[in-house]
């Protein structure tokens, strides 16, 4: 049953966030809001990254799912770019939007992947020979 996860992206988003508070505290950070914005787009990321790769390590091994990794990456920036390049541009009131909505919305796209990543990789562990 697969059960190890390697949570080492997220937890340096996570202290990066906790530094950044602590230099706010301190007196140190101007901006904090989008040092708040960076950390959690940094923790997506990385969720991201791993909810994209965990499926593929259990189904294809893990020297094939690097490869199929970054196919899946060219794939997800294409297929933004495309949508953005479609539309035209960006939203116009994406920009007056408070920055901790775009953080959150990222954060639980985030990890409703990662949930779904997990049963995913449960599932194909599941029809595997052990």
């Known amino acids: 049953r697969p059960t190890r ?25 101007d901006d904090a809001p989008v040092y708040g914005l960076t950390a959690a787009v940094t923790l997506t990321i990385g969720m991201l990254l791993n909810a994209a790769l965990l499926p593929l390590v259990y189904r294809f091994g893990a020297e094939r799912a690097r490869i199929l990794l970054l196919l899946v990456i060219g794939g ?4 933004v770019g495309t949508v953005i390049k479609a539309a035209g541009a960006l939203p116009p009131g994406l920009f007056q939007l408070p920055l901790w909505a775009p953080a959150a919305v990222a954060l639980i796209i985030g990890a409703a992947l990662m949930v779904l990543s997990y049963f995913i990789s449960l599932a194909i562990y599941n029809k595997k020979e052990v």
């Open 5 to 29: 996860f390697s949570p080492s992206g997220e937890i340096s988003a996570l202290l990066l966030a906790a530094l950044g508070l602590l230099a706010w505290a301190l007196g140190g950070l």
């Open 76 to 79: 997800a920036v294409l297929v």
